[in-house]
T-cell receptor
Framework: ETGVTQTPRHLVMGMTNKKSLKCEQH?????MYWYKQSAKKPLELMFV???????ENNSVPSRFSPECPNSSHLFLHLHTLQPEDSALYLC??????????????FGQGTRLTVV | KNQVEQSPQSLIILEGKNCTLQ??????????LRWYKQDTGRGPVSLTI?????NTKSNGRYTATLDADTKQSSLHITASQLSDSASYIC??????????????FGKGTKLSVKP
């Protein structure tokens, strides 16, 4: 248990559906992240939030929409996804975005399948 | 271009044997290097972190080494157990004004320990 909780653990959705992934951290961290992990690829950073403000958006398609209502919660809203968006979506948090040797703590991930 | 390359891609060993995983990187300027363990379908969990001045660090049966001159790191697992079966990911952090910057992920080495 890393202190970062993601729900749901598994999600199957059609290309016309709208769904949301949820992440919650109980570590008092200021920064939260969304990563995408596809088979045989390195983790890809999608979004970074620091103190509820988005500080990085790595050219992610608009069908992925993040929301950070407070420093403990992070959402990823999904709509009109494509089959190639099927992957493991990981949420992480760290004390700060940049600073010293701050460690990223990962959640268990949501296994997303788009059909 | 900042990159992290890991080898081998996959490895099968018998329970009780030792193994060594390799990580080569071209990240510059360098801040720190971490090894993460990721069980199937779960988020990565940090094993070790090393900065420029550290050559070796141990965490139980895991020992990581770092050669900052040749930009190489290794993770040695001693007396392997079935529970060591996982992907091991090398993550290098760029230096950003003396603090940690972007994280560059390797693709990971998938280790299978057989009885």
């Amino acid at each position: 248990e890393t202190g970062v909780t993601q729900t749901p653990r598994h999600l199957v959705m059609g290309m016309t559906n709208k769904k949301s992934l949820k992440c919650e951290q109980h570590l008092g961290h200021n920064a939260m992240y969304w990563y995408k992990q596809s088979a045989k690829k390195p983790l890809e950073l999608m979004f970074v939030y620091s103190l509820e403000e988005r500080v990085e958006n790595n050219s992610v398609p608009s069908r992925f929409s993040p929301e950070c209502p407070n420093s403990s919660h992070l959402f990823l809203h999904l709509h009109t996804l494509q089959p190639e968006d099927s992957a493991l979506y990981l949420c992480a948090s760290s004390q700060d975005v940049k600073g010293g040797n701050t460690e990223a703590f990962f959640g268990q991930g949501t296994r997303l399948t788009v059909v | 271009k900042n990159q992290v390359e890991q080898s081998p891609q996959s490895l099968i060993i018998l329970e009780g044997k030792n193994c060594t995983l390799q990580c080569n990187y071209t990240v510059s300027p360098f801040s720190n290097l971490r090894w993460y363990k990721q069980d199937t379908g779960r988020g990565p969990v940090s094993l070790t972190i090393m900065t420029f001045s550290e050559n070796t660090k141990s965490n139980g049966r895991y020992t990581a080494t770092l050669d900052a001159d040749t930009k190489q790191s290794s993770l040695h697992i001693t007396a392997s157990q079935l529970s060591d079966s996982a992907s091991y990911i090398c993550v290098v952090s760029e230096s950003y004004g003396g603090s940690q910057g972007n994280l560059i992920f390797g693709k990971g080495t998938k280790l299978s320990v057989k009885p």
